[in-house]
């Protein structure tokens, strides 16, 4: 089960919704490949389905640039069997930095988020929603 949350500035006007956590859609890799967007994940979803000995982690982070502080809700996706692996990445919509190769997927209450409209600090943390 997931958790949305919205992360509010109280400096600026900076708004974001976020998705973080696991729906009933990313429990099988073939599931996955059904609604998955990037090619190249598709066809090493492809691949990895194949193989008996897969194994995955699939949910909805938040991946938080280096550079720019840019908040990127996003799929995070890692498959793995006995003679290879793949972890999806992602570059900076914002500053096309490479985005850190695992993004923050659970208790995002206690994480000091920087505001990526001002650069204050701390943004603040609501859930408002549980999904699946």
């Given at each position: 089960m997931g958790v949305a949350y919205n992360l509010t500035c109280n400096h600026c006007t900076y708004k974001q919704n976020v998705f973080l956590g696991i729906g009933f859609r990313y429990v099988y890799v073939t599931d996955i490949l059904e609604w998955y967007e990037d090619s190249v994940g598709k066809e090493r979803i492809r691949e990895f389905s194949k193989d008996e000995s897969t194994k995955h982690v699939c949910y909805d982070g938040l991946y938080v640039c280096n550079e720019c502080k840019f908040l990127l809700n996003a799929v995070?996706?890692?498959?793995?069997?006995?003679?290879?692996s793949y972890t999806n990445s992602y570059d900076c919509p914002r500053c096309s930095t490479v985005m850190p190769s695992k993004p923050i997927d659970e208790e995002i209450?206690?994480?000091?988020?920087?505001?990526?409209?001002?650069?204050?600090?701390?943004?603040?943390?609501?859930?408002?929603m549980d999904w699946d």
């Open positions: 995070y996706l890692h498959m793995e069997s006995d003679s290879d209450e206690v994480v000091v988020l920087a505001c990526p409209g001002c650069g204050n600090e701390k943004l603040t943390c609501q859930a408002y």
